[in-house]
């Protein structure tokens, strides 16, 4: 399996509270993306990142933002959590787009805001 | 933004085959994949296609891609209880994997 972990697993928070979820990788790959999983909505790409400091938003981009200070960890920041963020959260990683394109997911977080 | 479809839920008789399709968009698309996601865990690879192939077996999996229609089918041979799972389609756009919603596979006794 690919090293990847994310922190917390779970957490639940409060509506208006800031949040930051952690996805660490032992992998040393250049990209790594943020998703939330919601059902009927299948998968959904929030942020991700194309190398240290680059970051590109994805299709539900808005009350997210994201940071990557280093190769091996991207952070995922609700500034200001609202219950439509209630969600499962998984973090993925991929060496090189340009080749096979495979992605690894890390486990997921489960945040809940009440 | 343009989605990638399937089907929501399919149902199978343990021992029958499965077959999952899924219709994607961008024509350009390099690879074409099938992930696996078990209850509680994250997705995981199953099986990918190259754009210019039309036809991939690996074991009990079969894929079929009809480029012309933008249709890409997974085949599970002698479905097992262990395959209950949801499958994502999903396809190469850019530098970013875009996913359908997920079929979820319940196996029948």
């Known amino acids: 399996d690919a090293g990847i972990t994310q922190s917390p697993r779970h957490k639940v928070t409060e509506t208006g509270t800031p949040v930051t979820l952690r996805c660490h990788q032992t992998?040393?790959?250049?990209?790594m993306y943020w998703y939330r999983q919601d059902p009927g909505h299948g998968l959904r790409l929030i942020h991700y990142?194309?190398?240290?400091?680059?970051?590109d938003k994805g299709e539900v981009s808005d009350g997210y933002s994201v940071s990557r200070s280093k190769t091996e960890d991207f952070l995922l920041t609700l500034e200001s959590a609202t219950s439509s963020q209630t969600s499962v959260y998984f973090c993925?990683?991929?060496?090189?787009?340009?080749?096979?394109?495979?992605?690894?997911f890390g486990p997921g977080t489960r945040l809940t805001v009440t | 933004g343009e989605d990638v479809e399937q089907s929501l839920f399919l149902s199978v008789r343990e021992g029958d085959s499965s077959v999952i399709n899924c219709t994607y968009t961008?024509?350009?698309?390099?690879?074409l994949y099938w992930y696996k996601q078990e209850p509680g865990a994250g997705l995981q690879l199953l099986t990918y296609?190259?754009?210019?192939?039309d036809m991939k077996q690996d074991q009990r999996l079969t894929v079929l891609l009809n480029k012309k229609d933008k249709h890409l089918s997974l085949r599970i041979a002698d479905t097992q209880t262990g395959d209950s799972a949801i499958y994502f389609c999903?396809?190469?756009?850019?530098?970013?994997?875009?996913f359908g919603k997920g079929t979820r596979l319940h196996i029948l006794p």
């Open positions: 993925a990683i991929s060496e090189n787009p340009g080749q096979t394109y495979e992605q690894y």
């Open positions: 992998e040393n790959h250049r990209y």
């Open positions: 990142s194309y190398g240290v400091k680059d970051t």
């Open positions: 961008d024509s350009s698309s390099t690879y």
């Open positions: 296609i190259f754009s210019n192939m």
């Open positions: 999903a396809e190469n756009r850019d530098d970013k994997i875009i």
